[in-house]
């Protein structure tokens, strides 16, 4: 997926050293379940003047194990992510959850060690998530992309309440020639995935994504967006449980004109 060919930040030829290098942090599931969001991301980063690296030997940001209480493990991948990350400009994320680990808990698990918690501080200054970078640090205003859709936008919680991520992805969206964007009722209500939650908690889980699956469908929209894949996916599959006609994607493939592949969870 590297935009560059790169083994670290020295690599970065010359000619692009005027722009700011962002190294992007692909995520697991987009690695595994979803690489067009990968794709989707660095062209967004490319288009705006960035020059994009992604790090081989990048791995989980440590959120599952944080949730779950293994702060011992956690640390240790976050020891190693800062280790990998904090050579560049720029951290950018295709996810609010990911990115709000990145940048809210890294700092206070090296509470009670010092040199670490200047690194993971200066390390957590750098992170963004994807659509906030391109318009709060980038100043991107609107996009070249076409979409001849009714679209709508559920605000996942960790990027709206610990990053701020909300009018971010409206105002890109609205740029987009030919979409329209109908307002999802309770946009900021959970969705009912939370990682290991709807693990430990199926049924409350369950009835919380069934709520939004019906409040999806009130909108007549023809696809679901948002930030977070886990809650893309969760979302997708209680919609096709449901036999909702919706197709549920990343809004960065939306941003980013390539919505020529199937949506999330494949052909309706």
């Known amino acids: ?18 722009r700011p290098t962002v190294a992007l942090f692909v995520t697991c599931l987009v690695d595994l379940f979803r690489p067009t969001v990968g794709f989707a991301a660095i062209k967004l980063l490319e288009d705006a ?21 293994d702060r011992e493990d956690t640390r240790a991948i976050a020891r190693s992510v800062i280790e990998t990350f904090e050579g560049y400009d720029y951290i950018v994320a295709p996810s609010g ?15 009670d060690e010092p040199e670490w918690y200047e690194r993971a501080t200066r390390f957590s200054a750098k992170v963004f998530e994807l659509v906030s970078f391109l318009a709060d640090v980038m100043g991107v205003e609107s996009v070249e992309a076409q979409l001849s859709a009714t679209v709508t936008y559920h605000d996942s919680c960790s990027g709206l309440r610990e990053l701020g991520i ?14 329209t964007l109908a307002e999802l009722p309770e946009a900021d209500v959970c969705c009912g995935f ?18 939004k699956a019906k409040n999806v469908a009130t909108t007549g929209a023809d696809m679901l967006l948002a930030g977070d894949l886990g809650c893309l996916m969760n979302m997708d599959g209680k919609l096709k449980r449901e036999n909702v006609a919706v197709e549920v994607r990343h809004v960065a ?16």
Not at 50 to 63: K, S
Not at 97 to 111: D, N, V
Not at 203 to 208: E, L, Q, T
């Open 194 to 211: 939370g990682g290991t939650f709807c693990v430990k908690y199926p049924d409350v889980s369950n009835a919380i994504v069934g709520k």
């Open 97 to 111: 959850s990911c990115g709000s680990t990145l940048k809210k808990h890294y700092p206070e698990l090296f509470a």
């Open 49 to 69: 003047g960035c020059a994009v690296v992604v790090p081989a030997n990048q791995t989980c940001c440590g959120q599952p194990a944080y949730n779950s209480g």
């Open 166 to 179: 909300r009018e971010q992805p409206r105002r890109l969206l609205r740029s987009v020639a030919g979409l």
């Open 253 to 268: 493939e939306v941003l980013a004109g390539m919505t020529d592949k199937p949506p999330i969870g494949g052909k309706l």
């Open 1 to 18: 997926m590297s935009a560059l060919t790169i083994n670290g930040p020295a690599d970065i030829e010359a000619s692009v050293r005027r």
